[in-house]
């Protein structure tokens, strides 16, 4: 069985920083695209930064020069640096990641529970 785990959500005032970890555990082949979405309340779930295995990144407009999204490959992770946080960052932050469990098996996507960020003003 595949998971991911996040850790590193909180409560932050505005300004502050955050770093969310994301561990992807079980037994696994390897690892494609890796990213970070997040949910505000009343609103849909919205891409906010991915990285490829080759460490190519892409943000949302809303976060660029704000987040930086990186991955270490050889521990599975992927995390996301949370600076100038602003109110409007709240939400849940979900970890995503396209995974293939043996060389045998298809690409399939899994998600994360989520961890809650609040930005206080």
């Known amino acids: 069985q595949v998971q991911l785990v996040e850790s590193g959500g909180g409560l932050v005032q505005a300004g502050g920083s955050l770093r969310l970890s994301c561990a992807a555990v079980?037994?696994?082949?390897?690892?494609?695209?890796m990213s970070w979405y997040r949910q505000a309340p009343g609103k849909e779930r919205e891409l906010v930064a991915v990285?490829?295995?080759?460490?190519?990144?892409n943000y949302a407009d809303s976060v660029k020069g704000r987040f930086t999204i990186s991955r270490d490959n050889a521990k599975k992770m992927v995390f996301l640096q949370m600076n100038s946080l602003k109110p409007e960052d709240t939400g849940v932050y979900y970890c995503?990641?396209?995974?293939?469990?043996?060389?045998?098996?298809?690409?399939?996507?899994?998600w994360g529970r989520g961890t809650q960020v609040t930005v206080s003003s």
């Open positions: 079980g037994s696994i082949f390897s690892i494609n695209a």
């Open positions: 990285v490829t295995n080759g460490g190519n990144t």
């Open positions: 995503y990641a396209q995974i293939q469990r043996s060389y045998y098996s298809s690409i399939d996507s899994y």
